[in-house]
């Protein structure tokens, strides 16, 4: 069964300051990654996903994930971030070709300061 | 444009008495799930449809029961809530087709409070 650790439960920055968010995953298998973000009172939003092709891919909002199969990560950075990117990111799995099932990391508070 | 529907978006039931909440989808993706989300937690699946399958995880209650009456909507029903459901309920979709998973789309979710 696939699993995701997101080691950081809480994630203090200032304003324009560069973050990373950190997320490992076990799978046997082949997996889909995504990163979502929530924000208080609402429901889970899609920041991005890798499905297949380029490790790297952006969301239209400048954070961008790389994912690295050889150290099962699929860390999530941003260059500069705004105060109005306080809010709970979920890393995610889904195994290719296995359960339908998407599994949660814990989250990791993202609070940017001014 | 909503495209994951969940009503209502706060629910007040009190202790003992059955709730029922509802989400619909204008996707048509052929799995639904519904997850339970605590304060400061990650959201935790209690059980999901593929197509019509039912498919409910180990440790989810009895107390939590779902129905799907066709692709559009799903139901969950808690037949006799305790303080310790009081949670946001999560009901998400995705088209599963083979080896190809799409990302989830979520709903706004419900608040349950329980009193």
């Known amino acids: 069964a696939q699993s995701v650790t997101q080691l950081d439960s809480q994630v203090p920055v200032f304003e324009e300051a560069p973050v990373e968010l950190r997320c490992n995953y076990s799978?046997?298998?082949?997996?889909?990654l995504f990163w979502y973000v929530q924000y208080p009172n609402q429901g889970l939003q899609l920041l991005l996903k890798?499905?297949?092709?380029?490790?790297l891919v952006e969301s239209i909002n400048g954070f961008e994930a790389e994912f690295n199969k050889s150290q099962t990560s699929f860390h999530l950075r941003k260059p500069s971030v705004h105060i109005s990117d306080t809010a709970e990111y979920f890393c995610?799995?889904?195994?290719?070709?296995?359960?339908?099932?998407?599994?949660f990391g814990k989250g990791t508070k993202l609070t940017v300061n001014p | 444009d909503a495209m994951v529907i969940q009503n209502p978006r706060y629910q007040v039931t009190q202790f003992g008495k059955p709730v029922t909440l509802s989400c619909s989808q204008t996707l048509n993706h052929n799995v639904m799930y519904w997850y339970q989300q605590k304060s400061s937690q990650a959201p935790k699946l209690l059980f999901h449809?593929?197509?019509?399958?039912?498919?409910n995880e180990a440790d989810t209650p009895d107390n939590f029961q779902s129905r799907r009456p066709n692709t559009s909507f799903c139901f969950l029903d808690i037949r006799s809530p305790g303080l310790g459901d009081a949670a946001m309920y999560l009901c998400?979709?995705?088209?599963?087709?083979?080896?190809?998973?799409?990302?989830?789309?979520f709903g706004q979710g419900t608040r349950l409070t329980v009193v």
């Open positions: 995610a799995v889904y195994s290719q070709g296995g359960s339908e099932k998407l599994v």
């Open positions: 890798y499905l297949s092709g380029s490790t």
């Open positions: 998400a979709t995705s088209r599963t087709s083979g080896r190809q998973n799409t990302e989830a789309f």
């Open positions: 799978s046997s298998v082949s997996v889909y």
């Open positions: 449809y593929y197509d019509k399958d039912f498919n």
